[in-house]
C-alpha cells in the first residue's frame, strides 16, 4: 500500500521556466512533508518542508505547496536551471511514524 | 562541520558471507536511520535508533539483518548470509531530534555475486 505516491516518473522542463513537481498521499495522519533531491550515486539532500499548520513555505527558488483537503503537496522550481536535474523525492511522515514514508521519485530534466 | 560519513562506499559479497556497513552520523545528531533502496524504486525505510537503542525495527527484515548504534563509534547494518536480492543501495541519515529533517551520507553500494 503506497502512502505517498509520485505519479510522474519524470518530467521535462525548459530551462528558465517553472518545474512543477507533484507529489499526493493517502495518510491523513501525515503531518510533516519534506522534498529531497538526490544525483545519481550520492545520498538524498534535504530541500525544504512543510508542516500541516502552513499551506506554503518558500526557501529561494524553492516553493512547496500542501492541500490538505487533496491530500496533495507539490515543489515549484523557478526559474528551473541546469543543476535542478536530479531524482526529486517526497517524503512524509506524521502519527506514530517515526520513519519517513517516500515517493518512488520524479526525475526531472532541465533541457538548455 | 562534517556531513554523515557512510563506509564502505562499495562492498561486494560473495552469497553466505556477511556485510557490515558503518554510518558516522553529523556532530551533535543522536538519532540515526538506516534506508534500502533497490534499482527504480525509492528509499524503504529499514530501522531507526537512537543511541544503544532500537527505536523502531518496522522496516527490517526479521532474519538475517540486525543493527545497532553503541555508545561509542558508528551505528552498524549487519546482513549475515547475503542473498543475490541484498544487491542494493543502503543508506543512512542522522537528525538532531525525532521528526525533525533527516541529513543522509552517500550510500553503501552493496553488490552479491
Known sequence: DQQVKQNSPSLSVQEGRISILNCDYTNSMFDYFLWYKKYPAEGPTFLISISSIKDKNEDGRFTVFLNKSAKHLSLHIVPSQPGDSAVYFCAASGGSNYQLIWGAGTKLIIKP | ?113
Open chain 2, 1 to 113: 562541520n562534517a556531513g554523515v560519513m557512510q563506509n564502505p562506499r562499495h562492498l561486494v559479497r560473495r552469497r553466505g558471507q556477511e556485510a557490515r556497513l558503518r554510518c558516522s552520523p553529523m556532530k551533535g545528531h543522536s538519532h540515526v536511520y538506516w534506508y534500502r533502496q533497490l534499482p527504480e524504486e525509492g528509499l524503504k525505510f529499514m530501522v531507526y535508533l537512537q543511541k544503544e537503542n532500537i527505536i523502531d525495527e518496522s522496516g527490517m527484515p526479521k532474519e538475517r539483518f540486525s543493527a545497532e548504534f553503541p555508545k561509542e563509534g558508528p551505528s552498524i547494518l549487519r546482513i549475515q548470509q547475503v542473498v543475490r536480492g541484498d544487491s542494493a543501495a543502503y543508506f543512512c541519515a542522522s537528525s538532531p531530534s525525532a521528526r525533525s529533517e533527516q541529513y543522509f551520507g552517500p550510500g553503501t553500494r552493496l553488490t552479491v555475486t
